[in-house]
């Protein structure tokens, strides 16, 4: 499927589903600025299938491979702050729900609901609202790289200035431990990374997918997130990945890897009303 029509998709997606007062982040795998939509009738996207680990991507990881890493309130569960804004609710979530997560945030607080396409509760404010695109390996030609070294803790700092040029999405302190990361030197200096974030299970998402402005158009990223891919493949498991919907030039990247799309998304957030929190249960 070619970017245009992926835009296409993405556009009767947004027109199709109306709801109540709801809300986003900035895509997880990608800075664009966030579209600011009323609250009142923002477009959000319900589940393809429910049990289908990357219908909630977030909530599966969690209470997956990744549920070392959770902070848990109830059902609801999320990354260390220095791990990730990632988060997971139930697909249907209940007043017991969007209280643990109101509790998590904070009277007032905002809330990244990457990916979560529940309608929020009276109340609760929309901040952002980014349309997203989910893309699955879909006959990738992974393979190693000769250049490609192990990205590790020592590394971070590199990492972070790279992200901070380069703004392919949240990455922290403690991202790195989410997953192999991969990247490729210069003299010495960092010039292109890629790696691992989500992981539900059976599925390993591709993410931080960077190159230094200097060193673009030598097919770096493409060899990073092949490489990457590899990885994944090695351990029986399938390769997926999101970006913003505004970012074509990635997603014509990506599908002229063997990536396609699977499905649109929502990357939402939300302000908690001020009482929300009240009431919240005990942090387990």
């Known amino acids: 499927?070619?970017?245009?029509?992926?835009?296409?998709?993405?556009?009767?997606?947004?027109?199709?589903?109306?709801?109540?007062?709801?809300?986003?982040?900035?895509?997880?795998?990608?800075?664009?600025?966030?579209?600011?939509?009323?609250?009142?009738?923002?477009?959000?996207?319900?589940?393809?299938?429910?049990?289908?680990?990357?219908?909630?991507?977030?909530?599966?990881?969690?209470?997956?491979?990744?549920?070392?890493?959770?902070?848990?309130?109830?059902?609801?569960?999320?990354?260390?702050?220095?791990?990730?804004?990632?988060?997971?609710?139930?697909?249907?979530?209940?007043?017991?729900?969007?209280?643990?997560?109101?509790?998590?945030?904070?009277?007032?607080?905002?809330?990244?609901?990457?990916?979560?396409?529940?309608?929020?509760?009276?109340?609760?404010?929309?901040?952002?609202?980014?349309?997203?695109?989910?893309?699955?390996?879909?006959?990738?030609?992974?393979?190693?790289?000769?250049?490609?070294?192990?990205?590790?803790?020592?590394?971070?700092?590199?990492?972070?200035d790279l992200v901070t040029r380069t703004r392919p999405g949240p990455f922290r302190d403690r991202t790195v431990e989410l997953g192999t990361y991969l990247g490729i030197r210069h003299r010495g200096a960092l010039v292109a990374m890629a790696g691992e974030r989500l992981h539900p299970p059976g599925w390993t998402e591709i993410s931080a997918v960077c190159t230094d402005p200097a060193h673009r158009g030598r097919g770096l990223a493409s060899r990073l997130v092949l490489a990457v891919a590899h990885g994944v493949r090695e351990r029986g498991e399938t390769p997926f990945l999101h970006t913003a919907a505004a970012n074509t030039g990635a997603i014509a990247l990506y599908e002229s890897l063997g990536f396609r799309l699977r499905r649109t998304v929502r990357f939402r957030a939300a302000r908690v009303p001020a009482a929300a929190s009240r009431g919240g249960r005990s942090r387990s």
Do not use: C, K
């Open 1 to 160: 499927m070619s970017a245009r029509t992926v835009q296409q998709a993405v556009r009767s997606a947004g027109t199709a589903a109306r709801g109540g007062a709801a809300g986003g982040a900035a895509a997880p795998g990608h800075d664009t600025p966030a579209a600011r939509d009323s609250p009142a009738a923002p477009a959000y996207d319900a589940p393809v299938d429910s049990a289908h680990p990357l219908d909630n991507p977030g909530f599966a990881s969690l209470n997956g491979p990744h549920a070392g890493f959770a902070e848990r309130r109830g059902r609801v569960v999320r990354y260390p702050a220095d791990v990730s804004p990632w988060l997971g609710v139930p697909a249907e979530p209940g007043a017991e729900d969007w209280a643990d997560l109101a509790a998590f945030a904070g009277p007032e607080g905002e809330v990244p609901l990457p990916g979560v396409a529940a309608r929020l509760p009276e109340g609760w404010v929309l901040t952002a609202d980014v349309p997203g695109v989910q893309l699955v390996d879909a006959g990738i030609a992974a393979a190693p790289d000769e250049a490609a070294v192990l990205l590790g803790p020592d590394d971070v700092p590199e990492m972070l």
